[in-house]
């Protein structure tokens, strides 16, 4: 079993990237499984179903992180995947937290990024794109070739990271997501976090509502302090 984990924020364009990815895989004999993992909505599952005729399955996560939410149901999804007959499994993520990351080791990590989001959005999405494996930036005929280059050495000065530059309505580099994917390392028990999860959590996390750090423990701050202990 191969898995790729497709994270990156909202309208990124993760679902047409793996529309294109799914497409090519089945024509190379692959047989994958797709995974949606998002809070509230979604219907992706459907459209993957009806498209490919492929097992799909949607995850909402409610009151938890979608990332959170990874963590706990992933290892139950691989194994359902594997016994639906799949030797890949794509995951695609809400991606919202930006102190999380849902890579694996032994997975591939692919973050998803539109050129024209900004150029300093690199500088603002933490371990999703630096634990990732490649960065997938879409949308580029939207912006000047100047702009592709400034946004391209933004994520480059972020991390250290495999850039793959798409036009995925037209699939234009879609071939080389592909092959990454196809090579992508065997998913092999016991499966663990690729990056180190937030420190830990708070009493806010867990449900009180009371404003200021004065209510709280765990690892708290004030406006005028670093992060400190707060015991009970």
């Known amino acids: 079993m191969k898995t790729a984990l497709f994270a990156g924020p909202p309208t990124s364009g993760k679902t047409t990237v793996l529309k294109k990815t799914m497409r ?3 024509l190379s004999r692959w047989k994958p499984a797709y995974l949606k993992v998002d809070v509230l909505y979604s219907d992706e599952e459907r459209i993957f179903a009806d498209l490919f005729s492929i ?20 290892g139950q999804a691989i194994q359902w995947a594997a016994d639906q007959g799949a030797d890949m499994l794509l995951v695609e993520t809400a991606g919202l937290c930006l102190r999380c990351a849902p890579y694996i080791r032994g997975g591939l990590g692919v973050v ?15 371990p999703m794109l630096t634990l990732a ?13 100047a702009e592709r280059e400034v946004f391209r050495d933004g994520v480059e000065r972020a991390a250290q990271v495999e ?13 080389r997501l592909v ?4 090579n992508a390392p065997e998913t092999i028990a016991p499966l663990s976090l690729k990056g180190n999860p937030p420190l830990g959590v708070c009493t806010i996390c867990v449900g009180k509502k009371q404003i ?8 708290v701050r004030s406006m005028d302090s670093d992060l400190f202990y707060r015991g009970e």
């Open 212 to 219: 200021g750090w004065e209510s709280h423990f765990g690892v």
């Open 112 to 126: 998803v990024l539109e050129a024209t989001s900004g150029m300093n959005l690199p500088r603002k999405l933490g």
């Open 24 to 26: 090519r895989l089945l």
């Open 163 to 175: 850039v793959i530059e798409t036009d995925a309505l037209r699939d234009i580099n879609i071939a």
């Open 133 to 145: 494996d490649i960065a997938v930036i879409t949308k580029i005929d939207l912006v000047s070739q």
């Open 55 to 74: 097992p799909s399955r949607k995850i909402h996560s409610g009151d938890l992180c979608p990332d959170h939410c990874s963590v706990l149901i992933l």
């Open 179 to 182: 092959n990454r994917v196809e």
